[in-house]
């Protein structure tokens, strides 16, 4: 490991910290600093990619509650006096078998 030779200044509340989390892990105060400082940009970069997935959670759910109302609407749209048993819908399974084949990776 080189050394390198850098001033750093804490105020005595973050000095009292360090030196707590120095103590409790049985380290150097610059393992203490070095530890902490790449804990800190680890973090970050979770931080960055848990707001990424978020991100994309709502954007997932938004697609899925547009899905769910526009099967709501065409349902409503058709008017259905005699509902059938969709198990034995031909359209259905043709869809079905579609959509598993093309888009379902099991």
Do not use: W
């Not at 997932?60 to 048993?85: A, P, R, W």
């Amino acid at each position: 490991m080189k050394k390198i030779d850098k001033h750093i200044y804490f105020t005595n509340e973050e000095y009292a910290r360090i030196k707590d989390y120095q103590d409790k892990n049985k380290l150097s105060f610059s393992e203490a600093v070095c530890s902490l400082s790449i804990s800190a940009l680890n973090g970050s970069d979770i931080l960055d990619r848990i707001n990424k997935l978020e991100s994309s959670l709502n954007y997932i759910i938004k697609k899925l509650i547009y899905v769910s109302s526009l099967g709501e609407q065409i349902y409503s749209d058709m008017d259905f006096d005699n509902l059938t048993d969709p198990k034995n819908s031909k359209a259905l399974i043709e869809f079905h078998k579609k959509m598993r084949n093309n888009y379902i990776d099991d």
